[in-house]
């Protein structure tokens, strides 16, 4: 069994508004970086995850995005696993 | 001037303590995902940069993150620019 780092990356949906994503444009506009346009704002975890394989890893992760991570109506996830930190 | 897709990930501290991180975490064992661990969990934003080059936008979202993106006592943040679709 080995130790594999796993980058989920969930974030709203493109056909959403997304009201923390146009909270923080304006916040930014606000600052003077008027250069900035279409901010959305998600969420970013990192997780260690014992299996036996990568794909075994990308799998009990995409079944945790499922479960919990990721709200299926309103956001979209991708995830990257890293390596495997032989344990 | 060309429109970047900046992505920048704001991740709490490795040194200090992750509540919502942890929350997670317990959460997933809860549903029987025992092989998580280390459960970090932060902001992922995308941006869309107006800049005349790939370092002039890296430099603004730079600044963005130094003035309201990220907390610099408690947050690490890192960047990647995606590309210029010209504009």
């Excluded at 980058?7 to 508004?17: G, I, K, T, Y």
């Excluded at 600052?31 to 794909?55: I, N, P, Q, Y």
Aim: aromatic fraction near 4%.
């Amino acid at each position: 069994m080995s130790a594999f780092r796993v980058e989920v990356r969930v974030m709203p949906r493109a056909a959403l508004l997304d009201p923390q994503g146009q909270a923080v444009e304006h916040a930014l506009h606000a600052l003077g970086f008027g250069e900035v346009a279409r901010v959305r704002m998600g969420k970013h975890l990192v997780l260690e995850v014992t299996a036996g394989s990568r794909d075994e890893a990308l799998a009990r992760a995409r079944a945790m995005c499922d479960r919990l991570l990721a709200n299926p109506v309103t956001e979209d996830y991708d995830l990257a696993v890293d390596g495997g930190a032989a344990r």
